[in-house]
Structure formats: structure tokens, C-alpha cells
């Protein structure tokens, strides 16, 4: 499914910035200064506005984040689904007042997912529904992205042909401009 994912032009596996990193350990805040400067940069606003970040090894303006569009069309909750012919991969996701958790959006082995279920009931996560993502979900989101990047290419295509009127207007302008000044 991941597969179908990337060939659909959705990313999975991207970092996720918390909201506030100021009580965060050293550490993690030199490693996330790193992944700042060596990973391409994704914004989303919430509902009440505010600005969140997360990066990505592909750089490609053709990708469009999974996470963001799970969170906009489902909204809050824990997502999962099976990954792999053997099970043994899960995919998930946990949104959580309408940001995306540092950490989530990834494919991790079905033994580490099952022990997360587990500590999530006890978490501050305990309110969230667990929701398997069907297959029709994520055709549909991956036909919503198919969509938006057909208009990204057509507003990009008319935006080339404008330019490119524009330029051989002004040079036809400018040709019989000279034209009239050289006789």
C-alpha cells in the first residue's frame, strides 16, 4: 500500500515537528536543526491557525504529504493500516487536536505497533479512536491528490504559454520600434 501511496504521488515516513520544541532536550533540538537544513520543508496551518512544520527527503513540489490529507478529510484519531504481503509492517498515523504527532506517519513492525496500542490507552492519547484506513479511504485521498496536481500542471502549463506570449509580443514590439527608428 505504501507502494500505491508513492506511485500516487503521496509521501509517508515524514518527520513531523512537534508544536514547541523549547522543552525538548538538547539533543533533539541539534538534531532537529540538522533535518531543517537537509530536508525539504512542508507547512500546515490548523484550525485555530497556527503553523506547523514537517520534512522530507524528497524535495519534489509533485509530492503532497499522506498525513495532511488523512488529517483533513478524517481528523483526529489514531489510522493504521497493513502494509506488506506478510502483515509483519503496519502503517500509522495519530492526529491529534488537529496536528499531526511527531513520530507517527510511519511504517513500523507489527510487534512494536501492537506494544504501541497498547501504551496509547494509557496515554494522553487514550481519547482517540483507532481507525484501520480502508483501502476506498486512501483510494479516494490518492484520487483527491491526483486531481490537485492535474490543476497544479495546467495552471503551470498556462503560466509558461503566458510568458512565452508575452516575451515574442515585446519582441515583435520591440522589432517595430527599431524598425521605425531606423528609417
Avoid at 509533485?62 to 488529517?71: C, L, Q, R, S, T
Avoid at 480502508?134 to 490543476?151: D, M
Avoid at 504559454?161 to 524598425?179: K, R
Wanted: aromatic letters at 10%.
Amino acid at each position: 500500500m505504501i507502494k500505491y501511496l508513492s506511485d500516487n504521488n503521496l509521501l509517508t515516513g515524514l518527520i513531523w515537528e512537534p508544536e514547541n520544541i523549547g522543552h525538548m532536550g538538547r539533543n533533539y533540538q541539534v538534531w532537529i536543526n540538522k533535518i531543517r537544513r537537509t530536508h525539504g520543508q512542508l507547512v500546515y496551518t490548523t484550525q485555530d491557525g497556527g503553523l506547523l512544520k514537517g520534512y522530507s527527503e524528497r524535495r519534489s513540489s509533485d509530492f503532497e504529504p499522506f498525513a495532511i490529507h488523512v488529517k483533513n478529510e478524517y481528523g483526529d484519531g489514531v489510522y493504521f493500516f497493513n502494509d506488506g504481503k506478510d502483515g509483519e509492517d503496519v502503517y500509522y498515523l495519530i492526529i491529534s487536536n488537529d496536528r499531526i504527532i511527531s513520530g507517527s506517519d510511519k511504517v513500523v513492525k507489527k510487534s512494536f505497533f501492537d506494544s504501541l496500542m497498547l501504551d496509547i490507552k494509557e496515554s494522553v492519547y487514550s481519547g482517540l479512536e483507532i481507525k484501520e484506513l480502508k483501502e476506498q479511504w486512501i483510494e479516494s485521498i490518492a484520487l483527491v491528490c491526483h486531481q490537485r496536481q492535474s490543476i497544479i500542471k495546467r495552471k503551470q502549463k498556462l503560466f509558461v504559454i503566458g510568458v512565452a506570449v508575452v516575451g515574442i509580443f515585446l519582441l515583435v514590439l520591440m522589432a517595430i520600434l527599431l524598425n521605425m527608428m531606423l528609417s
